[in-house]
Structures are given as structure tokens and as C-alpha cells.
């Protein structure tokens, strides 16, 4: 199938234990996992076959993993390793639990301005971090 061995249990770089799928996106599927090593949850960021075929798109996908590595704070997820499954690579990042923006907006229909700046503040083109919002923020 389009998860080419991703499904719950599959074991990624010999470390990381796909559980659940939390979404997907335009450039890839985000999974729950386990750090099988540290005993931790972690989220895990599987570019899509299709777009992994592309050279530029990977590259740009590593490129993004290299930068987010060095981005630290409180508003940006921790991205902790990265490595490739079957030629597919992926990004492994701290699981941050909450309530996605999408939802709270749907939900609120805003968000107060000090909690905007807050998420403003956050470095500009890092990733957030897999579709959700850190407790705080909620």
C-alpha cells in the first residue's frame, strides 16, 4: 500500500515502533511512535513516496530537518533524529499533545492577541510542529 511498510507495529531505522497515524499532509504522513531505545513517544514524519522521488523535494525535506534541529522554542516541536525506511525518509519529533489550532479556531472562531503574538513569536518558516498546538496555547 502508500504506507509502504508503515502500519502500526512497523519497526523504522531499527528504533523507532510506528503506532497510530495522527495526519497527513502535503508533504508527508505523521505517525505516533515509540523510541523503542529511550522508552519515549515520539511523532514521526514520513515524506510521501511521490514527493521522496523528486531529488529536490528530499533534499529540501533534510534541508528543513537540519534547520528545525537548531531551532529552540517553547512554540517550535524538538526534532530529535532523522533517518530513511525503504529510501522514504522521515523526521522524528518530540510528541506534543493538545488540541490542533485548526480545531480550536473552528471551536473559538479566534484566539486572544497575546496568544497570537505567542505563536508569532515562534521562528519564522520552523515547523510548528505536526499539525497541533502545545498545551499552553490551548
Same mark, same amino acid.
Given at each position: 500500500? /502508500?504506507?509502504? +511498510?508503515?502500519? @502500526?507495529?512497523?519497526?523504522?531505522?531499527?528504533?523507532?515502533?510506528?503506532?497510530?497515524?495522527?495526519?497527513?499532509? $502535503?508533504? $508527508?504522513?505523521?505517525? %505516533? $511512535?515509540?523510541?523503542?531505545?529511550? =522508552?519515549?513517544?515520539? @511523532?514521526? !514524519?514520513?515524506?510521501?513516496?511521490?514527493?521522496?522521488?523528486?531529488?529536490?523535494?528530499?533534499?529540501?525535506?533534510?534541508?528543513?530537518?537540519?534547520?528545525?534541529?537548531?531551532? !529552540?522554542?517553547?512554540?517550535?516541536?524538538?526534532?530529535?533524529?532523522?533517518?530513511?525506511?525503504? +529510501?522514504? /525518509?522521515?523526521?522524528?519529533?518530540?510528541?506534543?499533545?493538545?488540541?490542533?489550532?485548526?480545531?480550536?479556531?473552528?471551536?473559538? +472562531? =479566534?484566539? /486572544?492577541?497575546? %496568544?497570537?503574538?505567542?505563536?508569532?513569536?515562534?521562528?519564522? $518558516?520552523?515547523?510548528? +510542529?505536526?499539525?497541533?498546538?502545545?498545551? !499552553?496555547?490551548?
Amino acid at each position: 500500500g /502508500p504506507d509502504l +511498510g508503515l502500519a @502500526a507495529g512497523a519497526l523504522l531505522a531499527g528504533r523507532y515502533r510506528v503506532r497510530a497515524r495522527i495526519a497527513t499532509g $502535503g508533504m $508527508g504522513v505523521v505517525h %505516533q $511512535g515509540w523510541d523503542e531505545r529511550l =522508552s519515549r513517544p515520539v @511523532a514521526l !514524519k514520513v515524506l510521501h513516496p511521490h514527493l521522496a522521488a523528486d531529488a529536490e523535494v528530499e533534499r529540501r525535506f533534510r534541508a528543513e530537518a537540519r534547520h528545525a534541529a537548531r531551532v !529552540k522554542h517553547p512554540n517550535v516541536v524538538v526534532l530529535l533524529d532523522t533517518d530513511d525506511h525503504h +529510501g522514504l /525518509p522521515f523526521i522524528v519529533m518530540e510528541l506534543v499533545t493538545g488540541t490542533t489550532l485548526r480545531t480550536v479556531l473552528r471551536e473559538r +472562531g =479566534s484566539l /486572544p492577541a497575546a %496568544q497570537v503574538l505567542d505563536v508569532l513569536a515562534a521562528p519564522v $518558516g520552523a515547523p510548528v +510542529g505536526h499539525d497541533r498546538v502545545a498545551d !499552553k496555547l490551548v
